[in-house]
């Protein structure tokens, strides 16, 4: 009741718009995205790849290989265990992370950390779950943004989920090309060795889920996976917003 009337106080002097279509806030908003833009991140549903969480094209659904591992995945198992992602990168997911991580907007990690949080909790066995990992940024990258976007992610799925966030387990020791333009073999190679475990008695025997903002190749969740695997974690599992199809 308090809490309403502050935010009917607030919008009054100061109108809320959403940072993506840039309208003012109405009804079924998700602070800060409006409702229609909150609705519109395009939700990932099953069936896709029990490995990478690939979702199989429309003509596979219901055939025989739903659950099953995608081509990529049984000619090169991936280091986790499993890939889940809430949304298809795209469209308006795609503004969101951009708005999120090049604009600043840090408000942004709230609603698209719920969704992580939502999504996440029908593709990923939440009550085994430990720990919660943020992928790291370099000291000097995340000085520069002022934030790493993967740890306010972590940070609102560990209160929905009562599961820990631990955003010092993994430190990024090697600053590494940005990986838009390379091809997966050349991402594998960027990031080889980019990532030090250093509380390993926090993921040692346990079920350790990695949380970043996008899965492109799988190549960074695949370093992190390896590191951490080898630092004696039991099960490496990856959540993300979003996965390039
Ligand atoms: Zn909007
Ligand atoms: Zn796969």
Do not use: I
């Not at 503004?95 to 719920?114: C, M, N, W, Y």
């Not at 955003?167 to 997966?184: E, I, S």
């Not at 190749?217 to 390896?226: I, K």
């Amino acid at each position: 009741m308090w809490q309403e009337w502050a935010t009917t106080a607030l919008d009054l002097f100061f109108p809320p718009f959403c940072p993506l279509c840039h309208l003012r806030l109405g009804e079924r908003r998700r602070d800060p995205l409006c409702g229609s833009c909150w609705e519109g991140l395009e939700r990932l549903l099953p069936p896709y790849c029990e490995s990478c969480g690939r979702p199989f094209p429309r003509f596979e659904r219901g055939g025989s290989r739903e659950g099953s591992p995608c081509e990529a995945c049984r000619r090169s198992r991936p280091r986790f265990t499993y890939a889940r992602a809430a949304t298809l990168y795209g469209g308006r997911v795609r503004e969101a992370l951009h708005v999120l991580k090049f604009g600043g907007k840090t408000a942004v990690a709230q609603p698209l950390g719920d969704l992580l949080a939502e999504v996440g909790s029908s593709m990923v066995p939440v009550n085994d779950v430990h720990c919660l990992v943020p992928v790291p940024l370099h000291p000097s990258r995340e000085a520069e943004r002022g934030f790493n976007q993967s740890v306010l992610l972590a940070r609102r799925v560990s209160r929905r989920w009562g599961v820990p966030a631990e955003a010092k387990v993994l430190r990024r020791q090697r600053a590494t090309r940005p990986q838009t333009d390379l091809d997966a073999a050349e991402r594998r190679a960027n990031v080889k060795g980019a990532f030090e475990l250093r509380r390993s008695h926090v993921v040692e025997g346990r079920h350790v889920l990695l949380v970043d903002d996008v899965l492109t190749t799988g190549a960074t969740a695949g370093e992190c996976a390896r590191v951490l695997l080898n630092g004696g974690a039991a099960t490496v599992g990856v959540l993300t917003v979003a996965r390039v199809p």
